[in-house]
């Protein structure tokens, strides 16, 4: 329930939608004078409070069962969003090819990427991971590569490549896949 204390702004407007609130005025001893008003919002039958509304699918599938037409509209949902991911993420949007060999090429790539990324996600489903693929990213995206450089004695230079340890959500994503928690392993050069 919404609970406030009413200002000279608002005062006007409980006493117009006063029918949903149960307003409470405090007086003084006498009674006479008000030394405040709090109000708590009462919810009305039939409005979005009660009855925030329903989700209605429509499909030509008269043979699909309730169960059916809504798996598919998620797995609908869910491609949509990889989609616009990889469009976004990936720059796989706009295609600026002008021939149809290489619009039909980049197109090819970008359901590669996609059943790449199906097969990820069928995996960490497996291990109880069922994150979207937003979510997925964001908690990848944590690790990074880093180089350390040091001056050795004799003059030359020790680069040292690396990545950061991996977090704990990120690491339960490795251990599901069977990947490296250090990706890349660690590099040396010498210069």
């Known amino acids: ?11 006007g407007w409980l006493v117009e939608h006063g029918y949903r609130y149960q307003i409470e005025l405090m007086t003084d001893k006498s009674g006479k004078l008000v030394t405040g008003l709090t109000w708590n919002k009462v919810p009305v039958d039939g409005t979005m409070v009660t009855h925030p509304g329903v989700y209605c699918l429509r499909s030509n599938e008269t043979g699909w069962d309730e ?22 993420e990936l720059g796989l949007r706009p295609v600026y090819h002008s021939t149809e060999e290489r619009s039909d090429g980049h197109l090819f790539i970008t359901v590669l990427a996609y059943q ?6 069928t995996k960490l489903k497996k291990a109880d991971i069922h994150d979207n693929w937003a979510s997925l990213r964001e908690t990848m995206s944590v690790q990074r590569r880093v180089t350390a450089s040091f001056q050795q004695r004799d003059g030359r230079t020790l680069n040292v490549r690396k990545s950061t340890l991996a977090e704990p959500d990120l690491m339960k994503i490795y251990r599901a896949l069977g990947v490296s ?11």
């Open 1 to 11: 329930m919404d609970r406030g204390i009413a200002t000279e702004a608002n005062v």
């Open 116 to 121: 790449a990324v199906q097969v990820l996600r």
């Open 67 to 88: 169960e059916k037409l809504w798996r598919t509209y998620t797995m609908l949902t869910d491609l949509e969003s990889v989609f616009r991911s990889l469009k976004s």
């Open 181 to 191: 928690p250090a990706p890349g392993g660690t590099k040396k050069l010498v210069s």
